[in-house]
T-cell receptor
Framework: KQEVTQIPAALSVPEGENLVLNCSFT??????LQWFRQDPGKGLTSLLL?????REQTSGRLNASLDKSSGRSTLYIAASQPGDSATYLC???????????FGTGTRLKVLA | GAGVSQSPSNKVTEKGKDVELRCDPI?????LYWYRQSLGQGLEFLIY????????KSGLPSDRFSAERTGGSVSTLTIQRTQQEDSAVYLC???????????FGPGTRLTVT
């Protein structure tokens, strides 16, 4: 059974810092991994999708890596800004299926 | 183009009543997902539709929950005889194919009193 863990659960950093959010999963038989952000009271916004054959994806100040064999992904945020404050969620497809299993998220606060 | 839409945005109902939640996916998307997010909890998978295939219902928490997808587009999640523990935000997502990028709607906040 696929399980997804995100560490840390919460993070508070001063503006301008580079930071790394971690996501680990127990079953490497995934199709892809997706990172999202969720603002309070809102739905989810897709940030990056990494297919199982890929190692990383980049979008602006965001870079996500995937090490399928070790069951890990990291989301790197460069030069953090107060507008980056949100909960960041990773999701992976469950073993051999197309349904997604979500981690419980990392709540990020970037202080001005 | 239009994103995923859900209605209603908020629903308050009395315990024991039935409710229907609606999701309009992005046009042309063949995959549709329903999730539930309880207060302070992560997203819980409920059900997944892919084209004309039989839906994956493995996440539905009880037989009070059911979902349909008509004509491969709009989906309705029905909760019968609602209980207080059903209170949550119900999120819908669609993607162009099963493992492709998911796009989420704004959710329906359900409160059972």
């Amino acid at each position: 059974k696929q399980e997804v863990t995100q560490i840390p659960a919460a993070l508070s950093v001063p503006e301008g810092e580079n930071l790394v959010l971690n996501c680990s999963f127990t079953d490497s038989a995934i199709y892809n991994l997706q990172w999202f952000r969720q603002d309070p009271g809102k739905g989810l916004t897709s940030l990056l999708l990494i297919q199982s054959s890929q190692r990383e994806q980049t979008s602006g100040r965001l870079n996500a890596s995937l090490d399928k064999s070790s069951g890990r992904s990291t989301l790197y945020i460069a030069a953090s800004q107060p507008g980056d404050s949100a909960t960041y969620l990773c999701a992976v497809t469950a073993s051999g299926t197309y349904k997604y299993i979500f981690g419980t998220g990392t709540r990020l606060k970037v202080l001005a | 183009g239009a994103g995923v839409s859900q209605s209603p945005s908020n629903k308050v109902t009395e315990k024991g009543k039935d409710v229907e939640l609606r999701c309009d996916p992005i046009s042309g998307h063949t995959a549709l997902y329903w999730y539930r997010q309880s207060l302070g909890q992560g997203l819980e998978f409920l059900i997944y539709f892919q084209g004309n295939s039989a839906p994956d219902k493995s996440g539905l928490p009880s037989d009070r929950f059911s979902a349909e997808r008509t004509g491969g587009s709009v989906s309705t999640l029905t909760i019968q005889r609602t209980q207080q523990e059903d209170s949550a935000v119900y999120l819908c997502a669609s993607s162009s194919d099963g493992p492709a990028e998911q796009y989420f709607g704004p959710g329906t906040r359900l409160t059972v009193t």
